[in-house]
Each structure stands twice: as structure tokens, then as C-alpha cells.
């Protein structure tokens, strides 16, 4: 007798492509505005991972909070 004991599936993916799809559109938009080089790039790719973080400060600034 098998049981499935306290197993669960679990459907994030659609979200996951999602969220993998804002993050190359915003590497590829820091990236284009960078100067080209090395460091620029590595750059561009550490604020697609925070570019959430700019968003949120910027509505927080806009309604004066």
C-alpha cells in the first residue's frame, strides 16, 4: 500500500518564467545603458537582479512617503 505521506506538488514555474523573463529584459536594458565595459556589464547584471529595489523607492518618492 503506498502513501503519500505528506507530499505536495507544488506549480510555481509559470511565475518562475516570468520572473526569468524580467530579469534578462532588465539586464538587457542595464546592460545597453552601461558604457561597455567589464565592469559596466557587471554591473548592468547586479541591478537587473535589484532592479525591483529602484521601483519601489521611486513610488515611495513620487507619493511623498
Known sequence: MAMN???RVVRDGPWGFIFLLAYVGAAIYFISVSDGSFWGVVLGLLQAIVWPVYVVY????SIGA
Do not use: E, N, Y
Open 5 to 7: 505521506g505528506g507530499s
Open 58 to 61: 521611486h513610488v515611495l518618492q
